[in-house]
């Protein structure tokens, strides 16, 4: 791919190909792999005295936001084609919003009670406490740690989605519709960002355009009396001013 934007340049000309390449029909995720490997050329033509510096190659931004929810209904059903294991590992993954990698590290040291005490390998490099509802409470003190490996744990859910009729659904996206369920039941985004354990609200924020049900609900019990386009009456015994 990259050659035919190459042919005939030289070192010189990497900024002009980058240029081009941008204009790529193509996905801002593939266009910035094609410009990270011409920002790899020049750092080391200026490391092997080639250029005298290397130029500045900005990639594009990125949106690659999944908005896959599922309802509780359909996690049930995609954890009901799961061997036994594997269905409880659904079902608490998308009770819990636990990354992948969290889930599969777990021991019975990290239960507190009926909540789960994360150290500070989690991605965001900070230690974490996430309550548990009764039903991943009782999954925890029967199953962990896990017994199912992540080749398995991969096969056992890809074989599952398909059954189920699920066949886009990604694992991570239950743990965009943990993130859901609480966005609308009118958690606060900031509750939502401690429990799933963003560094930052600017990634919690992806979930806010889901409270808007919930906001109606709550300005539709407001009122002041009369009607639309009516005049307020004279208040009794008021002087008209003069």
């Known amino acids: 791919m990259l050659r035919d934007f190459t042919a005939g340049k030289t070192l010189a000309d990497l900024v002009t190909v980058a240029g081009q390449i941008k204009t790529a029909d193509a996905r801002p995720a593939t266009i910035n792999r094609y410009l990270s490997v011409l920002r790899r050329i020049g750092n080391l033509a200026e490391q092997w005295g080639l250029l005298e510096r290397a130029p500045r190659i900005r990639l594009l931004p990125e949106r690659n936001e999944r908005h896959v929810y599922l309802t509780p209904a359909e996690v049930q059903r995609l954890a ?3 061997p036994p294991e594997t ?8 009770l819990t919003g636990l990354r992948r990698s969290e ?4 021991t019975p040291a990290d239960l507190r009670g009926d909540a789960l005490l994360l150290d500070a390998r989690t991605k965001s490099g900070r230690a974490r ?3 548990l509802p009764p ?3 009782a999954i ?3 199953r962990l740690p896990w017994q199912v490996s992540l080749w398995a744990l991969r ?3 890809e074989d ?3 059954a189920a009729g699920l066949p886009h659904v990604h694992f991570h996206d239950l743990r965009h519709s943990y993130a859901s369920w609480l966005v609308q039941s009118g958690q606060s985004m900031k509750a939502v960002k401690d429990l799933l354990g963003h560094a930052s609200m600017t990634t919690t924020d992806r979930y806010a355009h889901l409270a808007a049900p919930h906001l109606v609900r709550a300005v539709s019990g407001l009122k002041i009396g009369g009607r639309a386009g009516e005049k307020p009456k004279a208040a009794a015994g008021r002087k008209r001013a003069r």
Not at 87 to 94: I, M, S
Not at 103 to 106: A, E, T
Request: charged share 35%; hydrophobic share 55%.
């Open 135 to 137: 039903e991943a409470a």
């Open 155 to 157: 096969r056992d859910f």
């Open 80 to 82: 009901a084609k799961c």
């Open 103 to 106: 889930l599969l590290r777990l």
């Open 129 to 131: 406490m996430v309550p």
């Open 140 to 142: 925890a003190r029967r």
């Open 87 to 94: 269905r409880d590992l659904v079902r608490f993954a998308a």
């Open 160 to 162: 599952a989605r398909t």
